[in-house]
């Protein structure tokens, strides 16, 4: 039976581990068909055999570093083969964490160039598509840190309020046919994220998850959901807002 997504076709990126990897799971499992990135063409390829063998819908695979400047053409043009994109999920980025005093330009390079600029090269090329067929759906991945102020994110929160106002301000110009929308999680239990705490020497991750009046950390299956809703024609009157999936974190 199709589910919510069928006929869809979706651009999600960052797709080799944790929520972007779930988020290209469950819209598959909707009915998606599928263009997904990441930097590994090796692992990129595996989980694609493995979404097309399990929910039997079609995967493109874009092999490409956030840094690589001819990224957003390549997706727009995967995305066109299948039919045009409808869905896209900026997923992709960094978690760098350090002290102000000890945050460097590269270190800004990094985080903007991944975080932001990145995200903001692929919605120029893949939205005006969007409007020309008058559909379409955007979904950015924020952070509870662009609204919680944590000593060692100075940089992240910075990338991911960019964000936010970015998300906000297209809404505005794309309205109304593409609707742009931002999911907002809090601490995640995904390898990378466990990986990122262990090596953060700044304290800051522990300081964020110690905020969480739920107790606990969330599960990338749990900040899916509210992708799929944001991505779906459930949320055809929703636009502009950023949704937060993150245990009371942050409470609007």
Known sequence: MTGILG????V???CSRGLGLVVARRMAQEGAALVITARDP???EEIAAGIRSDFAVEVRCVAASFDDAG???RLREAADALGGATILVNNAGIFPAALLADADDAMLRDVMTCNFDALFRICREIAPGMAHRGKGSIVNISSIAARTPTPGLSLYAASKGAVEAF???IAAELAPAVRVNCVSPGPLLTETAIAMTESDT???VDEVSRGIPMQR???PEEVTEAVLFLASSRASWTTGEVIQVNGGGVMA
């Open 12 to 14: 999600i990126t960052g």
């Open 202 to 204: 700044t304290g800051a």
């Open 7 to 10: 006929g869809e076709v979706a």
């Open 71 to 73: 990224m957003a053409a």
């Open 42 to 44: 090796a692992r990129l």
């Open 217 to 219: 950390r969330g599960t």
């Open 167 to 169: 998300s906000r301000a």
